[in-house]
């Protein structure tokens, strides 16, 4: 089964808000991408305004609508507040009507995302927001560690999709741990429960062009999000050749 390459388009917005005006330009990168055959862009907004802000979410949804078949991603924290031009993830969603909705427990101390939910916790929170996507149309994914039992209580509250956060196996595989085969089987055996559940499952965090063969070997995986190391190879090697290289690894 083909894995969908979804780009996450944050850090080519990090590099032009260091500058003022709009280079690169967010939505010309889009268009390369999923002119290249990526089947789909993903966009992460953080209330502080770090990278992708409100205005680009809407020019990438109308953007993703020209190419049928592609679909739109957003992801994020459903309990950030609103800030400044930021309206709050699920305002954003509404507007735009993405075809997929990612929750995500960040927070704006965080650098970057680093755990998933716990839904021990967090369940009588997210179920009327899976409530809320699902009457909008909007696919949600939960992001999550490789825990069955975790992953058991998204299906419980209607999820549509778990997003397996893969900050640890990247980092195994980048020290070749000697844990990394029992790890990779951890992830496996998270993406079989998931789908044993009615689950779809995605991936996403630190997946590379050296990791992925590996973790391609996961069960069940209907797409990755790819945005750190997707950019810094495309400074490497060129959009085009970067595109040719994930599109290969995740046929």
């Known amino acids: ?74 992801e994020g924290n459903p309990f950030a507040p609103a800030q400044g031009d930021y309206p709050g993830l699920l305002a954003l969603v509404e507007h735009t009507r993405p075809h997929q909705c990612t929750l995500v427990p960040d927070s704006d101390s965080q650098l970057t995302s680093d755990h998933g939910f716990d839904l021990t916790q967090h369940r009588q929170q997210i179920q009327p927001i899976v409530a809320k996507l699902k009457a909008l149309s909007v696919r949600s994914s939960l992001f999550m560690d490789p825990v069955i039992e975790q992953i058991a209580l998204c299906a419980d509250i209607g999820g549509d999709r778990i997003e397996l956060y893969t900050g640890p196996f990247a980092a195994a595989h980048q020290a070749q741990s000697t844990t990394l085969n029992s790890l990779l089987e951890t992830y496996q055996q998270a993406a079989k429960a998931a789908h044993a559940l009615g689950l779809g499952v995605n991936a996403g965090h630190d997946l590379n062009l050296n990791n992925m063969p590996m973790f391609k070997q996961v069960p069940h995986l209907a797409e990755v999000s790819i945005g750190h190391a997707f950019t810094v190879d495309s ?14 690894i995740c046929a």
């Not at 400074?235 to 599109?247: C, D, F, R, V």
Request: hydrophobic share 35%; with cysteine.
């Open 235 to 248: 400074l490497l090697m060129g959009i085009e050749h970067t595109l040719k290289a994930y599109l290969d």
């Open 1 to 74: 089964m083909t894995i969908a390459l979804s780009v996450n388009l944050n850090k080519i917005a990090l590099i032009r808000n260091s500058r003022e005006g709009n280079y690169p330009n967010v939505v010309d990168f889009g268009k390369r991408c999923l002119d290249g055959g990526a089947q789909g862009l993903t966009v992460h907004p953080r209330p502080d305004g770090r990278h992708i802000r409100p205005h680009d979410i809407h020019a990438l949804r109308t953007l993703v609508s020209d190419y049928p078949g592609t679909e739109f991603n957003i």
